[in-house]
Every structure is written in structure tokens, then in C-alpha cells.
């Protein structure tokens, strides 16, 4: 088993800068690939960044050169900094962890990011 606590979730004006912080703990060892996804109100959710074990990252579009995704392995922790803060994403940021084998999902209880002036 895995588990997944986020932090930095807040409010915060339109070209504002905020960092999540996602850690993990229990059966780490397993975990190839970390990553963040987001979930606005009445919409579904959406991938936002990943990161797999030796590095290679994967972003939205939509985020893409505003977010950067990053990984500690000694702490077994995933970030995400994210600048140029829209409105648009404004949304439940969840963090997720994929095991190799087995071949699990896992995801955290979720932080609030509220983009507004």
C-alpha cells in the first residue's frame, strides 16, 4: 500500500505563484511513476503533470510552461510549482501513484486551489 499526503493548496491572485507538495509513504519502493491531476467543479478529472522514475515529465497543454513537475526521491516526495496562476485553474489538485507490480493506483485526499482577485 501507498499513501499520498498533499500540502500547499491555497488562494491566491491571477499571476500568482503556488507549490504543491505530494509525499508518499508505505510500500515507495514500488512506484514508478508520480504525478498530479486536477478536478474543477462539475468537470471531470484531468491529468495536469507526470513524472516517471529516471525523469521523463509529461504535462498538459494548457499548463505547459507556466507548471513544472519534480520529484525527491529521498523523500519520496512530488512537487509541483506552478506560476502564472488563471482563474482556469482553479480546481481540486489531487497527487497519484502508479506501482509497477503490482499494478495499482493510488491517489490522495486532494488540496484546494482557488486562482481569484
Known amino acids: 500500500q501507498v499513501q499520498l499526503v498533499e500540502s500547499g493548496g491555497g488562494l491566491v491572485q491571477p499571476g500568482g505563484s503556488l507549490r504543491l507538495s505530494c509525499a508518499a509513504s508505505g510500500s515507495t519502493f514500488t512506484i514508478y511513476k508520480m504525478g498530479w491531476y486536477r478536478q474543477a467543479p462539475g468537470k471531470q478529472r484531468d491529468l495536469v503533470a507526470t513524472i516517471t522514475t529516471g525523469g521523463p515529465k509529461n504535462y498538459a497543454d494548457s499548463v505547459k510552461g507556466r507548471f513544472t513537475i519534480s520529484r525527491d526521491n529521498a523523500k519520496n516526495t512530488v512537487y509541483l510549482q506552478m506560476n502564472g496562476l488563471q482563474s482556469e485553474d482553479t480546481a481540486v489538485y489531487y497527487c497519484?501513484?502508479?506501482?509497477?507490480?503490482?499494478?495499482?493506483?493510488?491517489w490522495g485526499q486532494g488540496t484546494q486551489v482557488t486562482v481569484s482577485s
Open positions: 497519484n501513484a502508479v506501482s509497477a507490480i503490482p499494478s495499482r493506483t493510488f
